[in-house]
Nanobody, 124 residues
Framework: QVQLVESGGGLVQTGGSLRLSCAAS????????MGWFRQAPGKERALVAS????????CYSNSVKGRFTISRDNAKNTVFLQMNSLKPEDAAVYYC?????????????????WGQGTQVTVSS
């Protein structure tokens, strides 16, 4: 069992930055692939970035590549999403998710544990 709590969302101007954090509890964090997803009103939830349990494999959606950085600290059971050069289209609820006993994945079906989400609003 993994419990996830996101933080760091908020209101930022276009071009600004935010750093999201996801604190995990439970024994399986270090052997779980982790992902950040987002969902804007009227849209489906979509993968933003995924990181392997070791941190050695990372994948980004094309829309955030070069602007966002995912990282993890297994000693602190935390995964991060550094978001730079934010655009209005980045506004969404951002969710952290864990795929236990999975080296790395972008398959949303393998992400079994989800946080409650944190709102990111980008003003133009």
């Amino acid at each position: 069992q993994v419990q996830l709590v996101e933080s760091g969302g908020g209101l930022v101007q276009t071009g600004g930055s935010l750093r999201l954090s996801c604190a995990a509890s439970g024994r399986t964090f270090s052997n779980s692939a982790m992902g950040w997803f987002r969902q804007a009103p009227g849209k489906e939830r979509a993968l933003v970035a995924s990181i392997s349990y070791s941190g050695s494999t990372i994948c980004y959606s094309n829309s955030v590549k070069g602007r966002f950085t995912i990282s993890r600290d297994n000693a602190k059971n935390t995964v991060f999403l550094q978001m730079n050069s934010l655009k209005p289209e980045d506004a969404a609820v951002y969710y952290c998710a864990a795929a236990p006993s999975t080296t790395w994945t972008i398959d949303v079906r393998l992400f079994r544990y989800w946080g409650q989400g944190t709102q990111v609003t980008v003003s133009s």
